[in-house]
């Protein structure tokens, strides 16, 4: 049976779209042995390797989304990014995450649900690319050898390594870990598919590229307001900037891919060593939903989530076809 490695890109509540793949891939009896996070991708991770997969519809969080009543919302911001707002603003963020309330938030209290998490571990790997500002480079962490043995201790690690997966600019305060200022991967590798390529175990790669916006139209109705809505077209146009700072990076990314895959066939090998570390030929499969916002500070919509959930899960159907048991068609 064909072992898939995922990609859970950063994109705010477009995660739900991905969330909706992983869960199809799920249900239909497609394993994935391996998952690469960071940003938003971090969220729905968790609440996937938390989920009873045996005795639950839907992973936990998700479940309070698709039904949406004004509680659920609430706990949804929570949850989705563990925020709470400044008492006294500086300037510098916006936002502030109390480790201990985030982590409950996410269910990591629990009990069941860290029992339920070593179990998922144990079959597969997951990996939180963050980036390492002081350095000015990209580093992944391995959630599996933080969480060894699940307690009190390690899960605090694991808080501080998830928090800085999930850290933007200016919104959130950077984390600091040995010394180091960290924030959250996308804006060096918004689609980290490297640790994928590494495994051996990994058959053929999934990934979402939420880089199919239409940008142009979008600043047009910026440049289009009248300057007596400052304060809200500066909040748009901050959230695009970001947007496209951490997204548009996906099509070198996904050139890059495509380009080994290409020449490790010409020269006819399914592997080759580049600074020590093998990669492997892989068929990757890429799903571009088109027009999907972030929408992750304004919560102008709230019903987005699980129609972006719902949307991942027709693609997933589409690109799998009826039968899940054969491989897509399309792959680079």
């Known amino acids: 049976m064909t072992r898939y490695g995922f990609v859970a890109s950063g994109g705010g509540y477009r995660s739900f779209y991905s969330e909706g793949v992983l869960v199809w891939m799920k249900r239909n009896g497609l394993p994935v042995v391996h998952i690469s996070s960071t940003s938003s991708g971090n ?3 968790v609440d996937y390797l938390l989920w009873d997969w045996q005795r639950e519809e839907l992973p936990p969080v998700l479940t309070r989304t698709v039904r949406l009543n004004v509680t659920d919302i609430f706990h949804i911001f929570s949850n989705f990014l563990g925020l709470r707002p400044q008492l006294l603003p500086t300037g510098t963020h916006l936002f ?17 649900r860290r029992e339920l998490l070593a179990e998922h571990l144990r079959s597969t790997r997951w990996d939180i690319r963050t980036t390492n500002l002081s350095q ?5 962490f391995s959630v599996n050898e933080i969480l060894g043995t699940i307690d009190d201790s390690t899960l605090d690690a694991f808080m501080d390594v998830f928090l800085a997966g999930i850290t933007t600019l200016p919104y959130f305060r950077a984390i600091t870990l040995g010394g180091d200022y960290y924030i959250e991967g996308g804006y060096l590798d918004n689609t980290p598919l490297r640790t994928l390529f590494a495994d051996d175990e990994v058959d053929e790669i999934v990934a979402v590229d939420f880089t199919d916006y239409d940008y142009h139209r979008e600043l047009d109705k910026l440049y289009r307001s009248t300057s007596f809505i400052l304060p809200f077209n500066s909040i748009d146009t901050h959230l695009l900037v970001s947007d496209m700072q ?14 080994i895959n290409e020449m490790l066939g010409m020269i006819g090998k399914e592997s080759a060593e580049v600074s020590g570390r093998r990669y492997y030929r892989k068929p990757l499969h890429v799903l571009r939903p088109k027009d999907l916002e972030s929408m992750t500070i304004s919560l102008k919509d709230s019903s987005a989530q699980k129609r972006y959930f719902e949307l991942g899960q027709q693609e997933a159907a589409a690109l799998f076809g009826e039968n899940p048991s054969l491989n897509p068609s399309a792959a680079c």
């Open 246 to 259: 951490l997204t548009l990076p996906n099509t070198r990314i996904f050139e890059q891919a495509r380009l």
């Open 96 to 112: 502030t995450v109390d480790k201990k309330t985030c982590r409950k938030s996410l269910l990591l209290d629990d009990p069941q």
């Open 43 to 45: 969220n729905i991770v």
């Open 136 to 140: 000015r480079q990209a580093r992944s």
